[in-house]
Nanobody, 120 residues
Framework: EVRLVESGGGMVQPGGSLRLSCAAS????????ISWVRQAPGKGPEWVSA????????YYEDSVKGRFTLSVDNAKNTLYLQMNSLEPEDTARYYC?????????????WGQGTQVTVSS
């Protein structure tokens, strides 16, 4: 059974940091791109970042470049998203999804999400 389990969300003040985790199981972790997608209240899903294991390349949406960093622990089949200099606009539910792309049909499995709230 394919599972993606996110953790690490919470509430922080602007300028603060959080580290999200995505623990994957049920499939060869190194064979699939894994992405972070967020959805803010009243808005559609927004792709944030992705890891392409075939090349080791990480990708970021422009608004998070320089603030968010992806890392991978292959031994634990876990993807991390270090989020620094958080802004209120980063408030959203963050999902880990298998796949990579701008449209939802490019993802086949999703986690349950973890809430990130940035507020003073």
């Amino acid at each position: 059974e394919v599972r993606l389990v996110e953790s690490g969300g919470g509430m922080v003040q602007p300028g603060g940091s959080l580290r999200l985790s995505c623990a994957a199981s049920g499939f060869p972790f190194s064979d699939y791109d894994i992405s972070w997608v967020r959805q803010a209240p009243g808005k559609g899903p927004e792709w944030v970042s992705a890891f392409e294991p075939s090349t080791g390349t990480t990708y970021y949406e422009d608004s998070v470049k320089g603030r968010f960093t992806l890392s991978v622990d292959n031994a634990k089949n876990t993807l991390y998203l270090q989020m620094n200099s958080l802004e209120p606009e980063d408030t959203a539910r963050y999902y880990c999804a298998r796949g990579n792309g701008a449209t939802l049909n490019e993802y086949d499995y999703w986690g349950q999400g973890t809430q990130v709230t940035v507020s003073s």
